[in-house]
T-cell receptor
Framework: GNSVTQMEGPVTLSEEAFLTINCTYT??????LFWYVQYPGEGLQLLLKATKADDKGSNKGFEATYRKETTSFHLEKGSVQVSDSAVYFC????????????FGTGTSLTVIP | DAEITQSPRHKITETGRQVTLACHQT?????MFWYRQDLGHGLRLIHYSYGVQDTNKGEVSDGYSVSRSNTEDLPLTLESAASSQTSVYFCASSEGTGVYEQYFGPGTRLTVT
């Protein structure tokens, strides 16, 4: 079946620190992979995506590379800001499941000045 | 600008009452989804629809129903609210299948007392 596992939180970092949030997946075929971000009191917003192996998604300084050999899609940012404080969700969708998304449990990030 | 809205944003109801949560999108998307978000579980799919008159059960559909009479709306009904249904509910829509992202509403926080 399809599933996503992401690192447990919460994560607390100082401003300008390096961020990594791990995400691994289980899927048959060729899934598309996504990172969504949820700011306090809001719905989820797409942060970045990658649709095939070795693709790198990037947005707002965040990056993630689709690694088929390790079934991973880790989120990274070189220098976090206070405004990056949010909950981050890794997700996948697969052509063999229509457009159903499978989400990880979310990782809460707090960035302190 | 196109958007997806949910109402009410907050709702308190009593056990056994019927509750309907509204979801309205102006993207003209065929695909619409309902999720619930609970700590430790991430987002779990309740019901989804690929078009007018089409509805499908998701992972946690027991106690919930939906109907799709037009493209814009997918109301979620809790037939007889239970305390286990206290959660935050998100509606989402997407243009198509495969690589298309889902757009999320702001959520409805439901408390069943």
């Amino acid at each position: 079946g399809n599933s996503v596992t992401q690192m447990e939180g919460p994560v607390t970092l100082s401003e300008e620190a390096f961020l990594t949030i791990n995400c691994t997946y289980t899927a048959t075929g060729y899934p598309s992979l996504f990172w969504y971000v949820q700011y306090p009191g809001e719905g989820l917003q797409l942060l970045l995506k990658a649709t095939k192996a070795d693709d790198k998604g990037s947005n707002k300084g965040f990056e993630a590379t689709y690694r088929k050999e390790t079934t991973s899609f880790h989120l990274e940012k070189g220098s976090v800001q206070v405004s990056d404080s949010a909950v981050y969700f890794c997700a996948l969708t697969n052509s063999n499941t229509g457009n159903q998304f499978y989400f990880g449990t979310g990782t809460s990030l707090t960035v302190i000045p | 600008d196109a958007e997806i809205t949910q109402s009410p944003r907050h709702k308190i109801t009593e056990t056994g009452r019927q509750v309907t949560l509204a979801c309205h999108q102006t993207w003209n998307h065929n695909n619409m989804f309902w999720y619930r978000q609970d700590l430790g579980h991430g987002l779990r799919l309740i019901h989804y629809s690929y078009g007018v008159q089409d509805t499908n059960k998701g992972e946690v559909s027991d106690g919930y129903s939906v109907s799709r009479s037009n493209t814009e709306d997918l109301p979620l009904t809790l037939e007889s609210a239970a305390s286990s249904q206290t959660s935050v509910y998100f509606c989402a829509s997407s243009e198509g299948t495969g690589v298309y992202e889902q757009y999320f509403g702001p959520g409805t926080r439901l408390t069943v007392t």
